[in-house]
């Protein structure tokens, strides 16, 4: 049962608006950049790479359509999400007192991860149009599995502040 004090919804703050602007025009340009470059694909293109960047498992030139369609869903359904923070599973309790600043900030993370999920999308969906031109290389793992536990931990550390 939620019990939690209910959402008063607040104006996007500045932020908040540029995140998801970032995110909407990222995920809108992977289906263009999947669009443009779609007609010099090969029949078969990199649909996979491993821990170092390289290409590990191939595919039909269709499923450069597939991190572009994924954007396109997931991207929006978080911007929608976030209107319902009170529904989110928190780590300490949520009362009247600190409701509104958990509800921030749990919609701040949640939109930072959606533009760094809409931006990987975007440099995927590159590395599978332009095999011969890497962008991460090598770097890409560290990114994927860096930046989101960074953002994390940026939440959770007022957390522990505050106990």
Same mark, same amino acid.
């Given at each position: 049962m939620n019990n939690r004090p209910p959402v008063t919804?607040?104006?996007?703050?500045?932020?908040?608006?540029v995140l998801d602007g970032v995110a909407v025009?990222?995920?809108i340009g992977c289906v263009a950049l999947a669009a443009t470059n779609y007609g010099s694909l090969p029949e078969t293109i990199p649909v996979h790479f491993g821990p170092s960047g390289e290409a590990d498992r191939w595919g039909n030139k269709n499923m450069v359509w597939l991190l572009p369609a994924i954007a396109?869903?997931?991207?929006p359904f978080i911007i929608y999400l976030c209107?319902?923070?009170d529904? =989110? %599973?928190y780590p300490q309790k949520?009362?009247?007192e600190n409701a509104q600043s958990?509800?921030?900030r749990a919609r701040l993370t949640l939109r930072w991860l %959606?533009? =760094?999920f809409a931006s990987l999308f975007f440099v995927l969906t590159w590395e599978i149009t332009h095999p011969t031109v890497s962008i991460l290389g090598s770097w890409l793992l560290p990114i994927v599995i860096g930046v989101p536990f960074v953002v994390l931990i940026l939440n959770f550390v007022p957390l522990f502040r505050k106990t």
């Open positions: 919804i607040h104006q996007r703050s500045t932020i908040e608006w025009a990222v995920a396109i869903v997931l991207i209107r319902r923070p529904r =989110f %599973n949520i009362t009247v958990e509800y921030a %959606n533009a =760094f």
